[in-house]
């Protein structure tokens, strides 16, 4: 059956790549309407191939078995024969839930699930789960040496680590899919412990949302919020491999279209750029540029003064404000609105009626004046959001007048020189910033010329289709200027990255416990349905400004009753020894731990050092590290070996690392070429703090000198959160290097 399911991809490929082919043949010839058809079918084979190459790998991963002697094998993408008879049933298809969710206890009518193992398009292993017990197929699973029960989940935990995450789509849990399954409605959450699959069931629930809403999420797509750029590129394989490309991974620093953050404040100043409280200090320095100006000049116009009055600006702001647009586009009405007035008083200034063109001559006259700009440019002042938060962050009194909450430490934290790349806690403010001021007053310029533009182009498309007497095709002149200007080839990612005020059918926020109040308002005008899949753990949140309690963050943005918790329990990925020794920590510590028990036990997965002093320390960290890099890493590119240390040495201990793998008999000099010529997000071998490793996972992990990670926390929470971290990035071994001095600090 697995050679059936790979034959009938193969064909559906080629006859793929075929109409692909004779689209393409058609060259560019034919009325617009008949290209706008031929590019239309050309992106759709090409995201059809794109996905038919995607799913490749383990495309058939089980079979489930009826009462009834019926059999549907499970895999990646549903596949039909050419009489449209099944061969492959869609993992998120109603017909595979049983595969994942069926047990002995309520199997409805599902008498065994098989799990079957490829490695490229060959069966190399057939794991057979029998839940009736009455049935034939206990014997003869057991006659072919195939009755199992979790050996498919095991052999994966056991494989080495890549530099990829990789989905789970064979081996999902019971508590797993039925969050994978969930509504699209509601936001849900998703909480963990390290190693659950919180990710994955994230990642595995976006899948099925966009196959069971297609419709819905095809134009609107689905947003992944993830913490690092590495973290992104470890998962980016997981969608494409489950058939999926609809959708856009960005960081909280990429989110804003021309902004690329990735600078990070100190914590305390991140705290209080956090709170919800910002969002009013945006709110004081937009409306503090709407005044009187102290100096009100007379303008002389044709021979004529004319006052600025402060009834008429007071007047003007007042037409301005209620428009409730944006400031600078409300600014335009008061623009408006003032030159009118001015004109009120021009005429009441004449002892005649004038004429239609002296009138046109004052106007000009009016919107030409320096003088007159000058007045309005201080009674309302235009403003992009990149100078609003640049000119309150590097003056203190500014920062006094439009957040007078604030304690001078705090303003002091926030202070900083002009010109200051924005930092990650910076893009919420800035977003606010946006939403309040509306577009850039320059661009709004550049806007108008580029309309009048494409006004012209379009009454020219325009005769010339008369001209050739297409007038009555149904295509638009707009259509055609679109593809003109291959505006239509612009994918749903550009298209969405391009534009800060696009919304998502659905957003998915990893490690969410990180999230500030400011981030969450951020997000939310991102997905104005609430459609949210929040993945975190508590007992992992490090940023002051996050969250120890879901319902403290949530509440206010989704109402006490409006979102729903989910809990994962089981530690997948860490041996029990390991996860005992993590978890019992955190507890110790006043952390909330949310899982139970780990599936595995590992003899000898923990390992400690103790040594007399710190550069003992680092040598015996750098040897347990190169170790463990012989029984791990490959040179297939598969194992990944981390040293974790404190920021304050993370750079001299990986320039010992370099040098010590360099001078190391266990290590070629072509193997170290290799080795250090790795990217960072795909290293297997490299030297850590705690939040670069937040969410990733490593085959064996050297914990160096904790007390002084501990030592080095913004806060003791913050402290214990960091290490918890650590201690539950590895799948196979944890090696503790610490000091006298260091056990004196914090004891695991």
């Not at 600006?313 to 404000?321: S, V, W």
């Not at 239609?356 to 000009?364: K, N, Y």
């Not at 910076?426 to 309309?451: I, M, N, T, Y």
């Not at 206010?556 to 390991?578: C, H, K, S």
């Amino acid at each position: 059956m697995v050679d059936a399911a790979y034959a009938r991809l193969d064909e559906i490929r080629e006859l793929t790549k075929k109409r692909l082919a004779d689209v393409r043949g058609r060259g560019a010839h034919g009325s617009p309407t008949q290209r706008s058809e031929r590019d239309s079918f050309a992106t759709m084979y090409e995201d059809r191939l794109y996905q038919l190459r995607s799913v490749e790998d383990r495309l058939v991963f089980g079979r489930i078995d009826t009462d009834d002697d019926k059999q549907h094998h499970i895999g990646r993408i549903g596949l039909q024969s050419e009489n449209h008879e099944s061969i492959l049933v869609d993992w998120r298809a109603e017909a595979a839930r049983p595969f994942y969710e069926a047990t002995p206890r309520h199997r409805g009518n599902i008498s065994m699930r098989r799990h079957i193992t490829l490695k490229f398009r060959d069966v190399v292993a057939i794991e057979d789960e029998v839940l009736d017990v009455d049935s034939e197929h206990v014997a003869s699973a057991s006659e072919s040496g195939t009755l199992t029960g979790e050996g498919a989940l095991l052999a994966s935990l056991s494989t080495r680590r890549t530099g990829k995450m990789t989905d789970i789509v064979a081996t999902i849990q019971g508590e797993q899919d039925s969050i994978i399954r969930s509504p699209l409605t509601r936001p849900l959450v998703v909480q963990g412990g390290p190693g659950t699959g919180k990710t994955a069931v994230a990642l595995h629930r976006a899948a099925y949302l966009l196959y069971t809403h297609r419709s819905t999420l095809q134009n609107s797509g689905v947003l992944i919020v993830g913490p690092s750029p590495a973290f992104l590129h470890y998962i980016d394989q997981v969608l494409p491999s489950l058939g999926e490309t609809g959708v856009i991974s960005r960081t909280l620093g990429d989110l804003i279209p021309g902004i690329h953050a990735t600078a990070v404040d100190e914590p305390f100043a991140a705290r209080v750029k956090g709170s919800k409280r910002m969002a009013k200090a945006i709110a004081n320095a937009v409306a503090s540029r709407v005044r009187i100006p102290s100096e009100l000049p007379v303008l002389p116009v044709n021979g004529v003064r004319v006052p600025i009055t402060r009834a008429d600006i007071e007047e003007a702001q007042g037409n301005a404000r209620r428009s409730r647009q944006p400031h600078n586009l409300a600014r335009n009405t008061f623009v408006k609105s003032m030159i009118s007035l001015l004109m009120v008083r021009y005429r009441e200034a004449l002892d005649y009626e004038p004429e239609a063109t002296e009138l046109d001559g004052a106007r000009s006259t009016l919107q030409m004046s320096d003088t007159l700009r000058r007045v309005l440019n201080t009674a309302w002042l235009p403003m992009n959001a990149p100078w609003l938060v640049n000119d309150m962050l590097s003056k203190p009194h500014r920062i006094r007048q439009f957040a007078p909450w604030l304690k001078d430490n705090e303003v002091s934290a926030l202070t900083r020189p002009s010109g200051s790349p924005f930092t990650v806690s910076d893009v919420p403010l800035l977003d606010e910033a946006f939403e309040l001021l509306g577009p850039d007053p320059h661009e709004q310029q550049r806007s108008s010329a580029r309309d009048d533009a494409e006004s012209a182009d379009e009454s020219y498309v325009n005769d010339m289709m008369a001209s050739m007497g297409l007038s009555g095709s149904g295509v638009s002149a707009r259509t055609v200027l679109d593809h003109m200007n291959d505006s239509s080839d612009l994918t749903l990612s550009e298209r969405a990255g391009a534009d800060r005020e696009w919304t998502y059918g659905h957003v998915v926020v990893d490690e969410a416990q990180e999230l500030t109040q400011m981030d969450w308002r951020m997000l939310l005008r991102r997905c104005p349905s609430r459609s949210f899949t929040i993945v975190g753990d508590v007992a992992q949140t490090t940023a002051l400004g996050g969250t120890h309690s879901w319902k403290t963050m949530l509440n206010p943005f989704f109402g006490a009753d409006g979102w729903d918790l989910n809990e994962l329990t089981i530690d997948y990925r860490n041996p029990q020894e390991v996860s005992d020794i993590a978890g019992q920590f955190a507890a110790s510590e006043g952390l909330y731990i949310s899982t139970v028990s780990a599936v595995r036990a590992v003899e000898g997965s923990v390992e400690r050092s103790h040594v007399s002093d710190m550069s003992t320390a680092v040598d015996s960290a750098i040897r347990h590290t190169i170790n463990l890099m012989g029984a791990y890493v490959s040179s297939d590119g598969t194992g990944r070996v981390a040293l974790i240390c404190d920021p304050s040495v993370r750079d001299s201990i990986d320039k010992q690392l370099r040098l010590s793998m360099k001078n190391s008999e266990d290590v070629s000099d072509e193997e170290f070429a290799r080795l250090t010529s790795q990217p960072a997000w795909d290293a297997q071998v490299g030297v850590y703090v705690p939040t670069d490793v937040k969410g990733l996972e490593f085959d064996a992990v050297v914990l160096c000198e904790p007390g002084l990670i501990a030592q080095n926390s913004a806060s003791r929470l913050s402290a214990a959160a960091d290490l918890y971290v650590a201690m539950t990035r590895p799948t196979q071994k944890l090696v503790i290097v610490q000091t006298e001095e260091d056990s004196a600090r914090i004891a695991l």
